[in-house]
């Protein structure tokens, strides 16, 4: 198939927020514990923590990372984890039905965070706790010292105030699965006198409201109009979370899946801004897509696993092929809503549907998506131009006229480059894509990055952790400007210009 895309400067959508490179680590299966924390691994540092996995983590620049929870934070008591280490209480963790032993808290993990060059975005607990809790959490966090949750935290060896400026009110609150679950006019009201208190605390913090679980909740869209009634001038960001999956085993059909997101995008952009119209309101608000991957290889094993365990093995997906591919078009879906999704947190980093595995005690690899997710935090820095892209459709099961493609375009001035990402979804044509870069008089492809597999299914183990891996091809060239590429069947890929 041919396909056709015209690059142009001054078809500017926005400014990409780094953030949009995000992540998150819950205290979930061996996310924290045999996971980035392991005190008995020969690559444990002095605190305990791998370096292995964090330099895996370091290699993608991860500016910001989600933390605690997740379904966790909804029954956390924040004062457990902090302060000696063999005087923290172990608890039931109802969200994983595990136990916790608080051995990792807040001080260990935003150190670890700082560490590898990330900031942390801190949910406090509005399930089994309220205003007091945040507001002291934050207290303990940001101020600088001469009340008692500062100096708690003096005390506990942190002179300097941790200074935490992206906090979540909560998680997931209309879920019956969570902890505390509520009514949106309950969330509501609890959220805004919660970012109340916070903003008296810090008046420098952003805040993150809680939007619906994910796009087929009963509630969806009442929720966040409900919710923003409360909150729409306390909160800087509204949160979205997705996850999709394969499990009809119709790849087709399953990549077509990131139209649910991009229509999930416009749908809440349009509540927040009949809020706005509502409320007369001159600020707009922004959105945080603060849990997104795809879930769902162990969505059934995992209801066999034992309650009550230490660490065990909870949501870790071995993800394919194909899934790298859904995770690219994600990717891109975000990045052409630059505009409005400040913040995005691939859900989640290490071991629990996660880029990045480990054994206990053993070896890290990478999955099939960690490429897509290190190439667009590599390289989707800059400005996103709008792509007026011309290309063959398809119709599967639940959508019709899916565009083949999926691209985005990332022009970043400084370093005068233009990448263009792009996800071939058929599963049988290439396509050769003709760029309009008259533009960018002088530029040349300087690096073509391709992922393709001949088995849709093929995974990344511990004892084969590179059967999936990008490579170097060599056929997109710029000519009397314009850039020819070949995308293959079911591919990703990144093209660079300089
Ligand atoms: O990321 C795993 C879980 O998915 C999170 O704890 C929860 O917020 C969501 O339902």
Not at 141 to 148: E, L, R, S
Request: aromatic share 10%; glycine share 8%; charged share 25%.
């Amino acid at each position: 198939n041919n396909a056709g895309l015209i690059i142009d400067k001054a078809y500017r959508l926005a400014e990409v927020d780094p953030r949009l490179y995000s992540s998150f680590i819950e205290h979930l299966g061996r996310a924290v514990y045999g996971g980035i924390y392991d005190p008995g691994h020969p690559e444990a540092d002095d605190a305990g923590f791998r370096r292995d996995v964090a330099n895996l983590i370091r290699d993608i620049g991860v500016p910001l990372i989600r933390y605690p929870g997740g379904n966790f934070v909804s029954g956390y008591n924040w004062e457990d984890g902090v302060g000696p280490v063999e005087e923290r209480p172990s608890r039931l963790d109802l969200a994983w039905r595990s136990i916790e032993p608080n051995k990792v808290g807040t001080n260990e993990f935003i150190e670890w965070a700082r560490g590898i060059g990330s900031d942390v975005m801190m949910a406090v607990n509005l399930g089994t706790r309220g205003v007091d809790a945040a507001r002291h959490l934050l207290e303990y966090c940001n101020h600088p010292g001469g009340t008692q949750y500062s100096d708690l935290r003096v005390a506990h060896g942190y002179k300097e105030p941790h200074r935490i400026k992206t906090w979540c009110l909560g998680n997931e609150m209309d879920g019956p699965w969570q902890i505390g679950q509520k009514t949106a006019a309950e969330y509501g009201r609890l959220a805004s006198e919660t970012a109340k208190a916070m903003r008296l605390v810090d008046p420098g913090i952003e805040l993150v409201a809680c939007g619906s679980s994910f796009r087929s909740m009963p509630t969806y869209a009442e929720w966040e109009a409900a919710v923003l009634d409360h909150t729409y001038e306390q909160v800087d960001y509204l949160s979205l979370h997705t996850y999709y999956g394969n499990a009809d085993n119709d790849t087709a059909n399953y990549l077509a899946r990131s139209l649910d997101m991009d229509h999930f995008i416009r749908e809440i952009i349009a509540v927040c801004d009949y809020i706005k119209a509502k409320q007369r309101s001159r600020k707009t608000l922004h959105l945080s897509f603060d849990e997104w991957n795809v879930w769902f290889h162990t969505l059934e094993s995992d209801k066999q696993v034992a309650p009550w365990q230490h660490a065990p093995e909870l949501l870790e997906d071995c993800y394919t092929f194909e899934d790298a591919l859904m995770v690219g078009s994600m990717l891109i879906t975000m990045l052409n809503h630059a505009d409005r999704v400040k913040i995005a947190c691939l859900a989640q980093l290490v071991n629990a549907i996660a880029p990045i595995m480990t054994e206990t005690g053993g070896r890290a690899w990478k999955q099939t998506i960690y490429y897509p997710y290190l190439h667009a935090s590599l390289y989707g820095r800059g400005t996103v131009l709008v792509p007026v892209l011309n290309c063959e459709k398809y119709d599967c099961k639940d959508y019709t006229d899916v565009p083949q493609l999926d691209t985005a375009i990332v022009y970043n001035e400084a370093q005068e480059e233009l990448t263009i990402f792009a996800v071939n979804k058929s599963l049988v044509e290439s396509n050769k894509l003709v760029c309009d870069v008259r533009g960018f008089a002088g530029y040349r492809v300087i690096e073509q990055i391709v992922m393709t597999s001949g088995d849709v299914k093929a995974v990344n183990t511990a004892d084969a952790p590179d059967s999936v891996l990008p490579h170097r091809a060599h056929d997109a060239k710029v000519d009397d400007g314009r850039l020819n590429a070949v995308l293959p069947a079911l591919s990703w890929n990144v093209i660079r210009l300089r």
